[in-house]
């Protein structure tokens, strides 16, 4: 499990933030407005949630860093992670509670022009929620976990070129031997003179 830890965290927080950005553009609230002020509407996960898409794009950002940074980053990205994923999962929550107003306002100004927490909240008349803000909710609990799992595994992660080093260093060990004939015609070709001490090939 160690040795993959860095993949595994790549992975959930990739997925994560794609499931996230996909879910800001797709309808979360259906709003059923009174007195036939206006046709039904929908809300998508960014009207609902403005912040929803820059964060997402931000976790994707952090996911790809994550893959390549040292130690020290590795502890800050897993905080960050998880108070992004955190700051989502409770705004979300809140809509799956019950949407508020705050969610609807935007799309019920747009369709009426009527502003106004108090006024919006006379016209909407009843929601329905889709399945969408759940998924957002399980890919952003994804994401915290992986910042948690960062910052409890991040001191025992490979180093991502340790496996090549070793590999370049047996054949340099390999290619540093005694020079055959051939070998020497090859250098005085080339004008190196291999009889000289310490000459490196």
């Given amino acids: 499990m160690i040795r993959r830890a860095r993949l595994l965290s790549v992975v959930a927080i990739l997925l994560g933030g794609a499931l996230g950005l996909i879910s800001s553009t797709q ?10 002020a206006s046709a039904d509407l929908t809300v998508a996960g960014a009207g609902a949630i403005p ?3 820059p964060l997402s794009l931000a976790v994707l950002a952090l996911g790809l860093a994550l ?13 960050i ?21 705050s969610a609807m306002a935007a799309a019920v100004t747009q369709a009426t022009g009527i502003a106004g927490g108090t006024a919006v909240a006379a016209l909407v008349g009843g929601t329905t929620l ?8 399980l890919s952003f609990v994804l994401v915290t976990a992986a910042g948690a799992f960062v910052i409890a ?31 020497s015609w090859d250098d005085l070709s080339r004008g190196d003179d291999p009889t000289t001490t310490g000459t490196a090939r």
């Fill in 27 to 36: 309808t979360w609230i259906h709003v059923a407005l009174t007195d036939g």
């Fill in 153 to 183: 595994t991040a001191r025992r992660w490979q180093r991502g070129g340790r496996r090549y080093e070793a590999a370049r260093a047996a054949r340099r060990d390999v290619t540093a031997g005694p020079l055959d004939a051939i070998d």
């Fill in 81 to 101: 992670s998880i108070l992004a994923g955190g700051a989502l999962i409770w705004a979300i929550t809140a809509i799956l509670l019950g949407p508020p107003v």
């Fill in 130 to 137: 889709t399945a969408w803000p759940a998924v957002a909710l």
């Fill in 67 to 79: 893959s390549i940074v040292g130690p020290v980053l590795r502890y800050v990205f897993g905080v």
């Fill in 51 to 53: 912040v929803l898409a």
